[in-house]
């Protein structure tokens, strides 16, 4: 049996030694970013570092070894989209007693900042010099996660990611991903591509409707992960149906549709954030391209892709649409090896390893300082849970 | 020749991004949160109160008066002025205060509050209104709104008065 599995293991992309000396920069980053928690008190928050030092570490060293990307980020990212609501569930239980958003927070600012916004933000922060989100502009004791320090991170890891913040970054994400891979088969094939333009148009609607009624449209009414995080007090029949939309929205797009479908339906034909990270794909420097001398246009890649970002047409133009969020999961499917990384202005397929190290470099390193902190944190919050002594 | 410079930049614009990657940790909490508040933004009135038309000392603590802040393009929020008491910890167990909001000298409202020993809790009280523009208020509890409300927030307690007539105070 043994010899048998021997025998049908693909061969190592890289070797052992290599995969380490890769690895290395990436273990020394983290050790980096996790040493303020390391020098504070808080045996619960040490172990939560510790673990996730190890896990962002492993998952890099694995992702060098195979030459495969999306198998072992998806690890990452799966943890962290239900992780997240976990540790942040915990801390809102444990400051005001339950999910809900009281006045009095967004009174005082407290409100945390969610990316979700900051398209809502731009008009009126343009034309009124005013941020129509109840927080803080610069960090405090009681909110950290400030708007200055978010719309930063935001900006920096849009600059190094483009859309792929959709596959590294954002917190959310990896819910419906992980229902996405729970599923063997999609019992749903066939999906419109005209579904594609839907994020457009409610980014169109919301962002646009946010600056005439002066309030984020989109978290009062249609975020489906409001679900999973915290939500204004029902008190009323609005606040009432604002949950009721919520839930649906959540139940819908990031549990069934993904189940059915082995798609990110929510990200592919919803959200509206993640259409506007498309337009950073023009600016941003790595990109997934076609090697059309290889390209035996199976439509392998075409199926594995989780955000249709792929069509014929594209693919036979050597390259994704323009909503590709540089997963890598055409890449890992393709047996022809035509799916290829690619830094703009350079020649396609020519050294692809080097541009997906570059890129990954840096999409790792944000993906340690954000998601791993937050990875972190989510769980020292579960051990604090355990009947551990 | 063109496609080796296009090559060199791009190799440059990669390590400039890998550069960014690293940098952001060390800059984000210090120089960039400062270079946003510097620019001139504002987090919206409607949540923070607006800005500070006068204040008055009562001992250890202050009862500060805000400007009206009025609705903006198709916003769905009454006109209100905002008062705070702070902090609470000097706030006499019950605060009985007549003040002036439009700063003509005249008492427009009388505002009555106990003050919760739980700093979560809400305090009760009521409004009344000495003056037709503003409208009083019981309780509002669970009816609280952007303009109508009376709470603890930042170790201040923090009461909204509806204003009634629209524009007479722009």
Partial sequence: ?389 | MRAQVKTVLAYVGAAVTLAIAVCVPFVLMGTFSKAVAHAGLHVDASYTGGAIAAAVTHGAYQTVVYQPVWPRALQQMDPFVQITFRPVAALPRRVLEAIDLDGDGQPDVRVSFTVPPDPRSRPSGEVVALNAKYAGFGMPGSRSSFSQLMVQSNGAVVVRVPLKEAGTLR
């Fill in chain 1, 1 to 389: 049996m043994a010899s048998s599995a021997a025998r049908t293991r693909p061969p190592a992309f890289r070797s052992v030694g290599r995969s380490i000396l890769l690895t290395v920069p990436v273990a020394m980053w983290a050790l980096l970013m996790f040493a303020p928690t390391f020098r504070a008190p808080g045996r619960n928050h040490h172990l939560g570092a510790s673990a996730v030092i190890v896990f962002m570490t492993t998952l890099f060293f694995l992702m060098m070894r195979t030459g495969k990307t999306y198998r072992w980020r998806r690890y990452f990212f799966v943890a962290l989209g239900f992780l997240f609501p976990v540790g942040f569930i915990a801390s809102l239980v444990a400051v005001r007693g339950s999910m809900s958003i009281p006045i009095e927070r967004m009174v005082s600012g407290d409100t945390p900042f969610c990316y979700m916004v900051i398209p809502l933000l731009i008009i009126p922060a343009a034309l009124a010099r005013t941020l129509i989100f109840p927080g803080s502009i610069l960090p405090t004791a009681s909110n950290p996660h400030s708007i200055a320090v978010m719309i930063g991170l935001w900006l920096a890891m849009t600059l190094v990611l483009g859309k792929a913040w959709c596959s590294y970054g954002c917190f959310f994400g990896g819910i419906e991903e992980g229902f996405a891979a729970a599923s063997k088969h999609a019992k749903i094939r066939k999906l419109d591509a005209r579904l594609r333009l839907v994020p457009w148009a409610i980014l169109l609607f919301v962002v646009v409707l946010s600056a005439a009624l002066f309030e984020p449209v989109y978290c009062m009414w249609l975020c489906p992960f409001k679900a999973v995080t915290e939500y204004p007090a029902v008190h009323s029949v609005e606040t009432a149906i604002q949950m009721g939309i919520f839930i649906a929205l959540f139940a819908a797009l990031v549990i069934v549709l993904p189940f059915l479908t082995k798609k990110r339906t929510q990200c592919a034909y919803f959200c509206p954030f993640g259409a506007f990270q498309s337009l950073f794909n023009r600016i941003n420097l790595f990109e997934i391209r076609f090697d059309r001398d290889k390209c035996v246009d199976c439509t392998l890649c075409q199926t594995a892709c989780p955000t249709m970002a792929l069509s014929v047409e594209s693919i036979r133009e050597g390259g994704t649409l323009l909503n590709c969020m540089k997963c890598g999961a055409c890449v890992d499917s393709c047996k022809k090896g035509a799916a290829v990384w690619h830094l703009k202005g350079t020649k396609v397929a020519l050294k692809p390893e080097r541009a997906r190290l570059l890129f990954l470099y840096g999409a790792w390193a944000m993906a340690t300082l954000f998601g791993g902190s937050i990875l972190a944190s989510s769980i020292a919050t579960v051990i604090g849970f355990l009947p551990l002594r």
